[in-house]
């Protein structure tokens, strides 16, 4: 059983990956803003946690993560609003990797997304710039941590069942599309296994068992 503590944990991937992660044994803590997300977040089996990473230091969030085993960071802030997406997006996040070395949380697994990273090539004059360079941001500070980290970088999402199945950018997958539920069963895959530590993986819906993709 491991301790999973959920970053964003109202979010409609963290919704899908709490009960996953719950069924297989592990004690889920979900963090998120909003009390009134709590019955939602209660009804996955994980334990609700109201706090705003937004606004907390890096002291303030060790203290949420001391006692977990791994973090998931799959917040974000989703409005559109430049600034809020370089807070929650780029600087709570990086936040949120000092508090885990510092309380001592060695696994840190950030959902981000297909084509992040310095060579993301979206125009400065692009809407989606701030969100683009805020991930890349986060993805970089992460990798350079001393944390066991894995930085997954789904495609674009969907509502779309679940297949259990992905195709990396190492198999040749371009930016596509891929599923919630897949991205949250990929997740799940990743924290269950060591190998995965030190990887950055690209992946669409694909023609390969998730467990099987994960690892090249």
Do not use: C
């Not at 209660?42 to 303030?60: K, M």
């Not at 949420?64 to 600087?91: E, I, K, M, Q």
């Not at 981000?112 to 970089?140: E, L, N, R, T, W």
């Not at 995965?196 to 994960?214: D, K, M």
């Amino acid at each position: 059983m491991a301790r999973v503590l959920i970053v964003g944990g109202h979010g409609k991937v963290a919704l899908l990956l709490a009960p996953l992660l719950v069924a297989a044994g592990d004690e889920v803590t979900s963090v998120f803003r909003n009390p009134e997300h709590v019955p939602d977040v209660e009804a996955t089996g994980a334990h609700p946690v109201i706090a705003d990473v937004e606004s907390l230091d890096v002291e303030a969030i060790a203290a949420l993560l001391a006692g977990h085993d791994a973090v998931v960071w799959s917040a974000g802030a989703g409005d559109g609003n430049p600034v809020r997406t370089y807070a929650v997006d780029r600087d709570a996040a990086i936040r949120t990797m000092d508090a885990a070395e510092r309380a001592g949380v060695r696994r840190f697994v950030m959902v981000s997304y297909f084509g992040a990273g310095p060579d993301h090539g979206v125009p400065a004059d692009s809407g989606f710039f701030p969100y683009a360079d805020a991930k890349s941001a986060a993805d970089a500070h992460l990798a350079g941590t001393s944390l066991d980290w894995t930085i997954l970088r789904p495609g674009r999402l969907t509502t779309d069942a679940p297949t259990g199945l992905i195709e990396t950018a190492a198999q040749g997958a371009a930016p596509g599309a891929v599923s919630r539920a897949d991205v949250a069963a990929t997740v799940a895959a990743a924290l269950a296994d060591p190998s995965t530590r030190g990887l950055t993986v690209e992946f669409n819906n694909g023609g390969t068992p998730i467990g099987s993709a994960l690892v090249p």
